[in-house]
């Protein structure tokens, strides 16, 4: 890795995972109901499962992804969720750093593809956990949205000729819940939709810098992994939240600010209203009809009637 992308990574880094670090409102997490389950081969392939001790069986369930460059199990606070017979599951990933580390040539893949098989995992022990494999969410906040985009967004995984058990199942999601969303891996989209945003680093194994200027070669590795990329008719719906409105607010870093503008999930919303999807944005000021915020629209969308 060069020193410049080192040296952005450290300019970046601090926010991010500092914004991405808590869900709003969160609150004191209680005792899992099951707790470090592993999920895949990787030690850092961890979930915490949280199932309501009262409610109508199947639970529906929110899966809620941690961070990309630091491993962490992170959920919004679970009195949104559990009264509404609701569960949820916290889930750890391998991270873009340890995949620097392994050496890997698209360190982006290690984040995605554990969020699939944290998903396809989760369908697979549904009725063990007394969960409904047919109405799962995915979600995450600043960091943790871009794999939930990623699953939503993305092709059916299900591989019935695996040799994995795991991998028989679907990773189709019900919804995709994002608050503070950096959607995009595409640095010419990215500045387009946030002028002079740098973010990312380094999902594409480059920095910034590289990644803007090697654009046209990295289009594969980008249509491959980037959730805008992948919009299609079919994706499942989208609610994007911002605390933050299109002005920058006062005490509030321009670095911070970028990175969490809802300018970013405006520029999704284009696209995904091109390809035919269904995508919510709110900010304020600027309200959603039927939908009072993201934790609304996870429950009305985990407990709307199921296709037979």
Known sequence: ????????????????????????????????????????PSPLQLMDVYVPVKGSEPFPVLIWFGG??????????LNRFFPHG??????????????VADKVAVPVSYVMNDACRAVQFVRFNAAKWKLDPQRIAAGGGS??????????????????????????????????????????????RMQEWVPGVMWGVPALGCSFADSLKRREELMPLIKKWSPDWLLHKGAAPIYFENEWGLTQPDG?????????????????????????????????????????????FIVKQLQAPTEK
């Not at 992308?5 to 409102?25: D, I, R, V």
């Not at 990309?68 to 606070?77: Q, S």
């Not at 569960?87 to 340890?98: I, L, N």
């Open 1 to 40: 890795m060069t020193t410049r992308t080192l040296l952005l990574m450290s300019l970046l880094l601090p926010a991010a995972l500092a914004a991405g670090a808590a869900a709003p409102n969160a609150a004191p997490k209680p005792v899992p109901t099951h707790a470090d389950v592993s999920y895949g």
């Open 68 to 77: 990309l460059w630091k491993p962490a199990k992170h959920v919004p606070d």
């Open 86 to 99: 609701i569960a949820v599951v916290g889930v750890q990933m391998r991270t873009m750093s340890d995949a």
């Open 143 to 188: 960091q943790g949205t871009l794999p939930a985009l990623y699953v939503g967004c993305s092709a059916d995984r299900s591989n019935p000729q695996a040799a994995d058990s795991v991998e028989h199942v679907s990773t189709k999601v019900t919804c995709v819940a994002a608050y503070r969303s950096q959607p995009s891996i595409d640095p010419k």
């Open 252 to 296: 509030i870093t321009e670095a911070n600010y970028k990175v969490h503008s809802p300018a970013w999930a405006l520029g999704f919303q284009k696209l995904a209203q091109q390809a035919g999807a269904v995508c919510h944005v709110k900010f304020p000021d600027h309200p959603t009809d039927g939908y009072k915020d993201i934790w609304d």
